[in-house]
């Protein structure tokens, strides 16, 4: 008989971050999560890539302008 579980992921996901943060940060979050239909994980996910697509956006942008460039 086969193995029942979980089906296996694409992407190996085997990399745990931890944060600390206050009472009150964290019923922000819960609340944030709760409002947008979302576990605090993907809460968390999708913070963090609005902050790699805003930092690109600015890099894109003084790029050429840095004088780390000809």
């Not at 996901?13 to 944060?19: A, E």
């Not at 913070?47 to 942008?61: I, R």
Request: hydrophobic content about 30%.
């Amino acid at each position: 008989m086969a193995k029942m579980g979980r089906p296996k992921s694409d992407t190996v996901k085997d990399c745990i971050v931890t944060i600390r943060m206050s009472r009150e940060e964290r019923e922000a979050l819960k609340e944030y999560a709760s409002i947008h239909q979302q576990t605090i994980t993907q809460a968390i996910k999708a913070g963090v890539d609005l902050l790699y697509k805003t930092n690109n956006q600015k890099t894109e942008e003084t790029k050429w302008h840095s004088p780390k460039n000809p």
